[in-house]
């Protein structure tokens, strides 16, 4: 069964979740945001939401597509905060709902329809105004068309080949008939003007009038983000486009401002689109891991003749006093308490005790825990907002809210640059005016204009917007091929910088599952291991079954048991070649006489670091003691070892004791231990690591983890954890081995240093182009032969001899449909 998809929002409808807020006075909401492309939509949001009165803190997640608003009630309320979401161009959706795989898709396909549109625009405005007259005139029509033409192919590609092939022609088709049209005489310069205004007219006010819509809510806001300089230089094109159509300035090239303004919001569109693409492509990697079925829950009820029936329900419908069946090996739906059966119950990923424990009748179990081998019906005793698992959520949202923002490169930049472009714009245009009034009698206006207008048209960084997506597309690439997946702007960004990991015990240093780790014995060790194996071989008690494992593991023969008994949550009885054998707690044996004198020191010794005792004995005598416990990964010292050798600080956080848990330390070399602590001390634990300003990454597998690897700067969820473990993380190691949290990092690093080197060459030709263009001998053809020139030295930068890993990325979003 999918997702449950989203009926289409209306005005009516309450599309916020309200939680408690920290701030006293003040209440949260959670809205989810449709319309994110990258982290510049992020900082325009918490700016425009911040600047509303009543509005005290506002945290926006990219990667979860939320944002968590703290307000004040009495000032302004939830739909008054919303509607401004609403104003900037981006749509709301039920944060209580799952966004299903079809709706991503269906953004994906309207972006790459746009972008599909502008491709064909764009080969268009260049075609009007082409003149083959050496190199440099070839440039930006090859660039377009080697990039974008086997893009469009790929973004019709799941349609089919055939399909495919004759979208890529339909883009080019007008763009060869324009060229074909000059070169007979058919539309000279004046047509060719006009032909190119009304192209730009289509794409700034029809394609990509969102752009607009989103650059003049943020200017209306005093907000100066990439949509307002994209616009800028957009309509500084048009402007000088405009007064060529005049014919007020001689030899005015005309289609050339234009033409420009089309190849911009081409440009922009082609980042979103990209953008959107990694995200979806991230967002659908990590779904694919998670179970996609509705939470549901076996009710059990009387029908109306009174007859006992089981109804599988929405996990909504169950109410307190409902009771629900859970089947052997299921995980149980509802906190609750047991009223009929008994059970194991691993609870390893919700508390992080390694070892099932025992439940029956009258026992509380919580929800998240998985069943063992018996049948158990639960009375519901918290559900919705008071369960376990809601308040493993409220904490995530919590962490989320407290969790150090990073501040993505580009925004750093586009924070200085485009205050910088619009007055260096004012001051060539003012520049020129008063400066050639004042030197010659009258001012030089077409060379005002051109300086003005060709320091924003080529102030515009289009390559920009590329740069992050295109480094990611490299990585996140690399990173499958190891068994990573590397879904957040901080798994590329942060990881790469953190100092410090914390390691959760259960399940991340550990394999989460009871094994055998030591025998004591009074006689032969194997005889204890094999006759402990012989009685516990009927019982299916995770206990039981790790014994019987060890002991054929070692190739022990096990004979059969005869009179097995089972004493529920204390141990067994059987004859065991012909001995009477007990097996079970140290308690339990020595109930039935047996001297346990001999190995109590050994006993308490074991308990101390953890373990779990299990005593043997035949015909009265006790033969020695099983102790069981969480083993260390097999990897885990070689993993911990190599990231000390990498200036790695690595902690271990675990809720055993100080002893137990230096036992632990000690076999996998972590000096920094953190003993006793609680599954919702975790997050603040982290929270204390970071205060020193330190990069902590945190690693769990657990529910009980999912608020810390939230609060950390980079969480890193094991590929066998919990689904909402891995929701929460930056990154989620899928192949299940402690040493690619080293390969995780090191792509992260190279990531970093690949999109720093693009945002370089982005505004490499901007910082060339700009000074040339307050000369006032600017022509537009050079702003399109800049932005030809960056975005190829960005593509080559990213893919280099892997342009495949942008189409391995396009076509393992979304369905595949049959070859026509």
Not at 225 to 241: C, D, M, P, R, Y
Request: proline fraction near 4%.
């Amino acid at each position: 069964m999918s997702a449950p998809t989203q009926s289409p929002p209306t005005d009516g409808e309450e599309l916020w979740a309200e939680e408690p807020s920290h701030l006293e006075g003040h209440a949260r909401i959670r809205a989810r945001i449709a319309g994110l492309h990258c982290s510049l939509c992020t900082g325009t949001i918490e700016k425009a939401l911040g600047r509303q009165a009543g509005v005290d803190k506002v945290a926006v997640s990219l990667t979860h597509e939320q944002a968590l608003v703290d307000y004040d009630p009495a000032l302004i309320g939830p739909r008054d905060i919303l509607s401004t979401l609403r104003d900037i161009g981006y749509d709301l959706y039920d944060p209580r709902k799952l966004r299903p795989f079809e709706e991503e898709e269906a953004d994906l396909i309207r972006e790459g329809k746009r972008l599909l549109a502008a491709v064909a625009a764009s080969l268009t405005a260049i075609s009007l105004i082409l003149e083959v007259s050496g190199l440099w005139s070839f440039l930006v029509p090859a660039s377009v068309v080697a990039l974008m033409v086997p893009v469009s192919y790929a973004v019709v590609r799941p349609a089919g080949r055939v399909w495919a092939g004759l979208g890529a022609l339909a883009i080019i088709a007008p763009g060869a008939l324009a060229y074909a049209a000059r070169q007979a005489g058919l539309i000279g310069d004046t047509a060719a003007g006009w032909i190119t205004g009304l192209l730009t007219l289509v794409v700034v006010f029809g394609v990509a009038r969102h752009i607009l819509r989103m650059a003049y809510q943020a200017a209306r806001r005093r907000i100066l983000n990439q949509h307002v300089l994209l616009e800028v230089g957009a309509f500084a094109g048009i402007a000088g486009g405009l007064i060529g159509l005049t014919g007020t300035l001689p030899d005015y090239p005309t289609a050339q401002f234009f033409a420009v303004t089309v190849l911009v919001a081409n440009y922009h569109i082609f980042s979103e689109w990209l953008s959107l693409l990694v995200k979806t492509r991230s967002s659908q990697a990590v779904r694919k891991l998670l179970d996609l079925q509705p939470d549901t829950a076996r009710l059990v009820r009387d029908d109306d003749t009174g007859t006992t029936v089981e109804e599988e329900v929405s996990l909504a419908r169950v109410a307190v006093g409902d009771k629900v069946r859970v089947r052997p090996g299921e995980r149980i739906p509802v906190d609750g308490r047991i009223v009929d059966g008994y059970s194991t119950v691993d609870v390893s990923l919700v508390t992080g005790e390694p070892v099932p424990t025992e439940r029956s009748v009258d026992d509380d179990v919580i929800g998240g825990s998985i069943n063992g081998a018996g049948s158990l019906l639960v009375e519901a005793t918290r559900i919705g907002a008071d369960s376990f698992l809601s308040q493993v959520v409220r904490h995530v949202e919590d962490a989320r809210a407290l969790k150090p923002g990073i501040l993505h490169l580009v925004d750093r930049v586009l924070r200085v640059y485009t205050p910088t472009v619009l007055v260096v714009a004012a001051l060539a245009l003012l520049g020129w005016l008063l400066g050639s009034w004042a030197l010659a009698g009258e001012p030089d206006v077409r060379r005002a204009v051109f300086a003005g207008i060709g320091v924003l048209v080529m102030g515009y960084p289009c390559a920009v917007g590329i740069a992050a997506p295109l480094a990611i597309v490299r990585a996140a690439g690399k990173a499958a091929d190891q068994g990573i997946i590397m879904r957040t702007g901080e798994a590329f960004q942060t990881f790469g910088s953190v100092r410090t990991i914390v390691l959760d015990k259960t399940g991340t240093l550990t394999q989460g599952r009871p094994a055998v780790c030591e025998v004591e014995a009074l006689t032969d060790r194997d005889d204890v291991l094999a006759t402990a194996a012989a009685a516990e071989d009927p019982s299916e008690h995770p206990l039981a079954r790790a014994i019987v494992t060890a002991a054929t593991d070692r190739g022990l023969a096990l004979p059969a048991a005869r009179e097995f008994r089972s004493v529920t949550g204390f141990g067994v009885t059987a004859i065991v070649d012909g001995r009477a054998v007990v097996v079970g707690r140290p308690g339990f044996v020595a109930e039935r006489g047996v001297d346990l004198a001999l190995l109590a020191e050994a006993v308490e010794r074991l308990e101390v670091i953890g373990r779990t005792v299990v005593a043997v004995a035949a015909d009265g005598r006790l033969l020695g003691v099983v102790a069981l416990g969480d083993v260390i990964r097999a990897e885990a010292v070689e993993a911990v070892h190599a990231m000390r050798a990498a200036g790695i600080t690595p902690v271990l956080a675990t809720g055993d004791n100080a002893r137990a848990a230096a036992h632990v330390a000690a076999e996998v070399g972590i000096d920094d231990v953190r003993a006793g602590v609680l599954p919702e001390d975790k997050a603040a634990l982290v929270r204390e690591l970071q205060a020193g300003g330190a990069r902590v990454a945190m690693v769990g597998d657990g529910i009980n983890d999912a608020p810390a690897l939230m609060q950390a700067d980079v969480g890193i969820a094991m590929g066998g954890g919990t689904d909402i473990a891995v929701e929460s993380a930056d990154v989620v190691i899928v192949r299940d081995d402690l040493r690619a949290i080293l390969t995780a990092q090191e792509t992260s690093r190279s990531s970093y240093r690949r999109t720093r080197q693009n945002v370089a060459l982005a505004f490499l030709f901007n910082g060339i182009g700009i000074p040339a263009a307050t000369t006032g001998l600017f022509y537009p053809v050079w702003a399109m032969v800049a932005m030809a020139l960056s975005v190829t030295a960005i593509f080559v930068n990213s893919l280099g001899g892997r342009p495949s890993l942008l189409f391995e990325a396009i076509g393992s979003v979304g369905r595949s449909h049959n070859d026509d």
